[in-house]
């Protein structure tokens, strides 16, 4: 073998082995296979995946919109931050809720009106630590608030999906199964932790006594009803690459749904083989290993699998 043949032979077996180990190959005994999400992704036969059956709605265009919820403190962050590397755009709620509060915005007089210049601070702004303060030890009052903010924030949610120019647009709210806006997403992902994990990440964050951190765990309605409606469960109390296995599967799932739209966006594919390449820290590029898996596909044979054997050979062609 001269040089050239043996260095793409090693690249080929390097490339199928970094596969097999993130996952994006199946091996079976001798034989081996693409993982069965990639069949959409590139061309071949659906998965069959839970809730891949389930067509899109459309609601707000070309684009899967997901909603993701879940008690405080069960880790909500994490995730969000986990979808948005995959390419999700991502909002929450808490965010457009600390904005229609400003002064000017629509929240802002109605909250004025409710609460009074007592919850101002010297330079106009809302006293937003008062407010928590209070919202959190008061039912009433926090009911009074959500009757302000759930229109203005549903409002806003819906003009963000429309204008997104991603393929996936994620909804965080804590409050989201309580109103109708959930009844518009294609899905409802729960993530969810034991409440002492709740506790302590409260009192570590947020700085709250325990105390303070129960309270406001006991303010809101029980986990319970949100996981009742989830079409994916995140469990949120492990470790973070246990965290990230779980919502890499569910969001290929997202991809399979995609593809049968016909909206999926190629670069969340790519983007997705390019994180399974670097839980196994392979120096592979990432086009180099789409192409591959491409290759293998067109000349898988009715069965959809090859021989190991085989496939460094055609890898390397």
């Given at each position: 073998?001269?040089?050239?043949?043996?260095?793409?032979?090693?690249?080929?077996?390097?490339?199928?082995n970094?596969?097999?180990?993130?996952?994006?190959?199946?091996?079976?005994?001798?034989?081996?296979?693409p993982?069965?999400?990639?069949?959409?992704?590139?061309?071949?036969?659906?998965?069959?995946l839970?809730?891949?059956?389930?067509?899109?709605?459309?609601?707000?265009?070309?684009?899967?919109?997901?909603?993701?919820?879940g008690?405080?403190?069960?880790?909500?962050?994490?995730?969000l931050?986990?979808?948005?590397?995959?390419?999700?755009?991502?909002?929450?709620?808490?965010?457009?809720?600390?904005?229609?509060?400003?002064?000017?915005?629509?929240?802002?007089?109605?909250?004025?009106?409710?609460?009074?210049?007592?919850?101002?601070?010297p330079?106009?702004?809302?006293?937003?630590?008062?407010?928590?303060?209070?919202a959190?030890?008061?039912?009433?009052?926090?009911a009074?608030?959500?009757?302000?903010?759930?229109?203005?924030?549903?409002?806003?949610?819906?003009?963000?999906?429309?204008?997104s120019?991603?393929?996936?647009?994620?909804?965080?709210?804590?409050?989201l199964?309580?109103?109708n806006?959930?009844?518009?997403?294609?899905?409802?992902?729960?993530?969810?932790?034991?409440?002492?994990?709740?506790?302590?990440?409260?009192?570590?964050?947020?700085?709250?006594?325990?105390?303070?951190?129960?309270a406001?765990?006991?303010?809101?309605?029980?986990?319970?009803?949100?996981?009742?409606r989830?079409?994916?469960?995140?469990?949120?109390?492990?470790?973070?690459?246990?965290t990230?296995?779980?919502?890499?599967?569910?969001?290929?799932?997202?991809?399979?749904?995609?593809?049968?739209?016909?909206?999926?966006?190629?670069?969340?594919?790519?983007?997705?083989?390019?994180?399974?390449?670097?839980?196994?820290?392979?120096?592979?590029?990432?086009?180099?290993?789409?192409?591959?898996l491409?290759?293998l596909?067109?000349?898988?044979?009715?069965?959809?699998?090859?021989?190991?054997?085989?496939?460094?050979?055609?890898?390397?062609?």
């Amino acid at each position: 073998m001269n040089n050239n043949k043996q260095t793409r032979s090693m690249g080929a077996s390097r490339l199928l082995n970094d596969l097999i180990l993130s996952g994006l190959l199946r091996r079976s005994e001798d034989r081996i296979s693409p993982a069965a999400w990639l069949y959409p992704c590139l061309g071949g036969e659906s998965a069959h995946l839970s809730g891949g059956e389930q067509p899109l709605r459309g609601h707000w265009g070309d684009k899967a919109v997901l909603g993701v919820t879940g008690n405080i403190g069960v880790g909500k962050s994490t995730v969000l931050n986990m979808l948005r590397d995959l390419g999700a755009e991502v909002t929450d709620a808490d965010s457009l809720v600390h904005a229609l509060r400003q002064p000017g915005a629509p929240g802002y007089a109605p909250l004025v009106a409710l609460l009074g210049q007592a919850i101002l601070l010297p330079d106009g702004r809302i006293n937003t630590a008062e407010l928590a303060s209070r919202a959190f030890t008061t039912p009433a009052l926090l009911a009074q608030l959500e009757e302000i903010f759930h229109p203005l924030v549903q409002a806003e949610i819906q003009q963000l999906a429309r204008n997104s120019k991603r393929g996936v647009f994620v909804v965080e709210a804590i409050k989201l199964i309580e109103g109708n806006l959930y009844r518009q997403m294609d899905a409802i992902w729960v993530i969810d932790a034991p409440r002492d994990q709740q506790i302590a990440r409260l009192m570590r964050s947020r700085g709250l006594t325990r105390g303070q951190a129960e309270a406001r765990i006991d303010t809101q309605n029980p986990q319970a009803e949100k996981l009742a409606r989830a079409n994916v469960v995140i469990h949120n109390d492990r470790t973070l690459a246990e965290t990230l296995e779980q919502v890499l599967q569910a969001w290929s799932e997202v991809l399979v749904r995609l593809e049968k739209a016909g909206w999926l966006k190629p670069e969340l594919v790519e983007r997705l083989i390019e994180i399974r390449l670097q839980q196994v820290d392979s120096p592979i590029p990432v086009h180099d290993a789409l192409s591959g898996l491409k290759k293998l596909i067109a000349a898988l044979p009715p069965g959809r699998d090859m021989p190991v054997s085989e496939a460094p050979c055609l890898l390397s062609a």
